[in-house]
């Protein structure tokens, strides 16, 4: 009896081992790793049209540095920015200068660029009137309710010759700013992501291009009048929290963004609308 509970307890030991010694865990097939030997995983935030679209072009330049790319979509101005701030998401790319200037003045954030990526020409659309010689006494024109850029917008129809604004009227400039208004335009301020949607219901309405895309617009053949694209103060950047800018992964996304494979996908795609700042 007692040699046959030591052949037994021998036989479930050696079978014990032999199981541990087959318990290796192998890193999954599709987790990169950087040079030492570590997955990385860089969270960016981004609006679908252009930015994500753009974001896709490198996921392959990334992966063989061992940094896997996830690109998180928002539809709103916002949340990209709180999202990086609560280190929920390591960078976003969506905004221009002066928009995060101003959100960083406004709450108190320490968001800072790491690079300039592209310029969309903000477009003015047809709504009710299909021209703007054609804009009768009165005409309604949507505008986006954020500082910066409903003065974008005001600073596209003053360059258009309709209305004129008041001498230190700067980028966040608001329809107070107005000094002449000789069609009496009257301004309807809505979210810019908002304004495709609702072009049916102005006359006319002035888009920014990123949602401009998303809805089907080419803002180059579409728009009544689009932003000249050169020197613009309106850079699309790549952000990330105040500390990060020198991390290796971001750096590495930098460097693929403003690559002549990511130039030449904006001048082909594009055709314009989206327009290559480095």
């Known amino acids: ?43 960016v935030g981004a609006s679908p049209s252009p930015h994500a679209e753009i974001l896709e072009q490198v996921k392959g330049v990334l992966a063989e540095e061992g940094i896997t790319l996830e690109i998180v979509t928002y539809n709103d ?15 976003n790319y969506f905004q221009h200068t002066p928009y995060l200037d101003n959100y960083n003045a406004e709450n108190g954030t320490n968001l800072v660029p790491v690079a300039k990526i592209h310029n969309e020409p903000m477009g003015i659309y047809a709504g009710k009137c299909d021209s703007l010689d054609a804009l009768a006494d009165g005409a309604t024109v949507a505008v986006p309710n954020d500082p910066t850029n409903e003065g974008r917008a005001l600073l596209l129809l003053e360059a258009q010759g309709l209305i004129t604004l008041k001498e230190d009227a700067g980028l966040e400039c608001t329809a107070k700013d107005i ?51 050169e020197d613009t103060p309106y850079p699309n950047v790549l952000v990330v929290k105040e500390g990060k800018e020198n991390d290796p992964a971001i750096q590495a996304l930098v460097k693929a963004l ?21």
């Open 1 to 43: 009896m007692k040699k046959l509970f030591a052949l037994t307890l021998a036989l479930v030991m050696a079978l014990g081992l032999a199981a541990c010694g087959n318990d290796t865990t192998e890193p999954a097939d599709d987790a990169n790793t950087n040079e030492s030997g570590e997955a990385v995983t860089l969270r």
């Open 77 to 91: 101005y916002i949340m990209p920015n709180v999202a990086v701030d609560e280190g929920e998401d390591d960078a």
């Open 179 to 229: 000094a002449e208004n000789p069609k009496n335009l009257q301004f309807k301020e809505l979210e810019a992501a908002m304004l495709p949607q609702t072009v049916d219901e102005v006359d006319i309405s002035v888009i920014n291009s990123n949602y401009a895309l998303e809805a089907g617009f080419n803002p180059v053949k579409d728009s009544l009048a689009i932003e000249d694209a």
């Open 258 to 278: 403003q690559s002549d494979a990511v130039r030449e996908y904006i001048e082909t795609t594009y055709g314009g609308a989206v327009v290559a700042l480095f």
